[in-house]
């Protein structure tokens, strides 16, 4: 920890005195928009030794003190299916959440069999996300390290039968929620009861959820309605809108 201490200062020393002289620029020290999307670009390049590219114009911001800052979504030009967020500012600091497609399919062999056998799903999918993280990895560290750190979420969606009754589905949801507790991984398991309907969502440390079936259902009929509330609301806006284009 000194050691690092030290370091960064050593860092910042140096930055100090390349902006005092203008003679010395740091990779990181990106002065426009475009420097600081070439500087990620690259830097995604040498640690994942994929060519990568921006899915979306990214958000770049320059502060009064003289921090400037970009974050974006991006890509790699032959997978564009692994969108993943970055984070870069003139300061050094830099993360991103690519690293979970390193350790894609072993993440994913761990959490399939957890939903074998379950009646109560029609469908289920599965995929994952990185947490943001300067940490460099490469998919050569072991599994067991990589979950240790916690830098990642397995992301399950679970499609149970249309038609069923809420009452119903709070005991296959507790099921569900039975399943993943203390499985060890970090799930996140949302719950639909039709392609475009979700009612639930919960984290492999809500146990305790199981137990309570009347607050399980009181979580699904608040989410009904606050989906029924923005169905209106885009009803109402629509009607408005339609409104004020015949009467200017």
């Known amino acids: 920890m000194k050691y690092k201490k030290i370091f960064a200062c050593m860092i910042a020393g140096v930055v100090c005195m390349g902006m005092l002289t203008g003679c010395v620029r740091l990779p990181w020290d990106f002065r426009s928009s475009e420097e600081a999307q070439e500087y990620v670009l690259s830097k995604l390049q040498r640690r994942y030794h994929e060519t990568f590219v921006f899915v979306e114009e990214p958000t770049y911001k320059e502060e009064e003190i003289g921090l400037r800052w970009i974050r974006g979504m991006v890509a790699p030009e032959a997978h564009p299916e692994q969108k993943a967020t970055v984070y870069a500012r003139n300061t050094a600091r830099y993360e991103d959440t690519y690293h979970a497609y390193l350790y894609e ?81 970090h799930i996140q398991l949302d719950v639909w009861d039709a392609p475009e309907e979700w009612i639930f969502r919960a984290y492999a440390d809500d146990g305790a959820l199981a137990e ?35 009467n200017p």
């Not at 560290?141 to 589905?169: C, T």
């Not at 989410?223 to 004020?244: I, M």
């Open 212 to 246: 309570q079936p009347e607050k399980v259902l009181d979580l699904i009929q608040t989410h009904r309605s606050l989906r029924e509330s923005r169905e209106n609301y885009e009803v109402w806006k629509a009607e408005q809108g339609g409104e004020s284009r015949d």
């Open 105 to 185: 399919d072993r993440l994913l062999d761990l959490a399939r069999p957890m939903f074998e056998g379950k009646d109560q799903i029609e469908q289920i999918t599965f995929a994952v996300r990185g947490r943001s993280t300067g940490e460099k990895w490469t998919g050569e560290e072991p599994l067991e390290e990589y979950l240790n750190r916690g830098e990642y979420d397995i992301l399950v969606d679970v499609y149970l039968y249309e038609g069923g009754a809420d009452e119903d589905y709070v005991e296959q949801i507790c099921d569900l929620i039975r399943t993943i507790e203390d499985c060890g991984l």
